[in-house]
């Protein structure tokens, strides 16, 4: 799907879906527990459903009742699926079964789609060998999926790199059930707050796990039990950075609601360096909503460290083309194995449409401000590219076009209803012919 976006503001209510990444861990570690555990608001759609067929696929049953889904959990009694389990485009939920498959004790396949089968694996494939796991990668070019891992998880001592933090999380999840205790030791570990964030969960079902050396060193206790339990997600941080930035840069008055405060997501940051940058936000806790008034006058930031946040390199990267000065971001190595070369796809799209961003080794360079001119762009097939794109677009001089948008189903459901619903002008390609056909005096009047 392709959609023209014109130059416009958010202006009312919205709400962003529930947390992929806290679906994604209350889904396994549901399934991982005995018994029936409740999830309240999951993202249903997108990571959120592959994580989910995953469970099925394992032995879990799980009906959807409302805005919750029931699942009934198997513990360490997972059952051998038939066929391979392919997990679309969720490198989330590839990294966490790469461990939780081992528990089935028989050969399991996982696969993904085509940016799945090129992401690098092999430091959590090599660290799983270190604990007595089988791994059979198919093409013997690329440690990537498609992948049969074969159990038991026998457990021990692992040591290895925390550039990505879903390698760790995968070992934390899986090593209660391992034959003997785990011990974990990370080297330059980052996006702590993500393994703050699996810890957090693995708490809500039972488990405690020490953390006595800053994500370092972890001791896992294999007491092969999870207590099935009743648990909410809370609004994703890491969704909310585009309708975030995108009422910063323009003459909006949004609020955003259904967030908790409290949640350890690393993505919560975005509202400190927007604040630091000049926007005016105004956190309610109680009410679990942001209000933001934005149109106002941005200033660069020396630096931002993406090494906890690099979810967050797309809308940030956005927000500092509009800033006045230049925005360094640090630490983005890892940004450059997500779904895509984040840094690299941004740079390119941003640079097409008239601003100026250079990469300087392991750092990103936006000069600003600068005016976005219309264009057509790619998503790459990227959900945080695309709504990226659609919020450069509100404040955009000409329409901007993103092809493949309809990838923001992986983390946002309903994204192009719910700014429309705040007053976004957005076509999508069959509708945009009508819009052509309008006179020009009416489409002036909308953007006015």
């Keep these: 799907m392709n959609v023209t976006i014109r130059r416009g503001s958010l202006n009312g209510t919205m709400t962003v879906p529930g947390s992929k990444s806290g679906t994604i861990r209350a889904v396994f570690l549901a399934l991982l527990s005995e018994g029936r555990s409740i999830i309240r608001n999951p993202l249903a759609s997108g990571d959120g459903l592959s994580a989910k067929e995953a469970a099925i696929a394992l032995g879990a049953t799980i009906t959807e009742e409302g805005d919750r889904w029931i699942v009934e959990g198997v513990g360490r009694n997972l059952t051998h699926p038939s066929t391979s389990i392919d997990l679309g485009n969720s490198g989330t939920a590839t990294s966490f079964l790469s461990s939780i498959a081992t528990l089935s004790g028989k050969p399991v396949t996982l696969t993904g789609d085509e940016q799945i089968r090129r992401r690098p694996f092999r430091t959590l494939f090599d660290a799983l060998g270190d604990l007595g796991v089988d791994v059979l990668v198919h093409n013997p070019n690329r440690i990537s999926p498609p992948v049969t891992i074969t159990g038991p998880l026998r457990g021990g001592s692992v040591t290895l790199q925390g550039f990505n933090s879903q390698f760790v999380s995968s070992l934390l999840l899986a090593s209660p059930f391992a034959q003997r205790p785990v011990v974990i030791t990370v080297r330059d570990g980052l ?107 941005l200033g660069a930031l020396k630096e931002i460290d993406l090494a906890d946040i690099p979810d967050a390199l797309p809308a940030l990267a956005v927000a500092a083309t509009q800033a006045t000065g230049t925005t360094r971001f640090t630490n983005i190595a890892h940004v450059r194995v997500k779904e895509t070369d984040r840094v690299l796809e941004m740079t390119e799209r941003l640079n097409r449409l008239g601003c100026r961003l250079e990469i300087e080794e392991d750092e990103l360079l936006v000069h600003g401000p600068t005016p976005i001119r219309g264009g057509t762009v790619s998503s790459a097939g990227d959900h945080r590219i695309a709504m990226a794109m659609v919020a450069a677009a509100l404040v955009a001089t000409g329409e901007v076009t993103v092809t493949e948008a309809e990838c923001v189903d992986v983390s946002f459901p309903d994204f192009f209803k719910r700014f429309e619903e705040c007053g976004a002008k957005i076509a999508r390609e069959d509708e945009k012919a009508a819009y052509r056909n309008t006179p020009p005096e009416s489409r002036l009047s909308e953007l006015n």
């Design 191 to 297: 996006e702590k707050p993500y393994v703050q964030l699996t810890l957090d969960w693995m708490k809500r079902f039972g488990i405690e796990v020490a953390n006595p050396d800053d994500y370092e060193y972890f001791e896992v206790p294999n007491t092969k039990t999870y207590r099935a339990s009743e648990v909410a997600v809370g609004g994703d941080w890491s969704a909310l950075a585009f309708p975030l930035v995108a009422s910063v840069l323009t003459p909006s008055e949004l609020t955003i609601a259904g967030l908790d405060f409290s949640d350890s997501q690393g993505d919560k940051r975005v509202v400190d360096i927007l604040q630091a940058m000049g926007a005016e936000i105004v956190r309610d806790p109680r009410s679990g909503t942001l209000s933001i008034r934005g149109g106002k006058r």
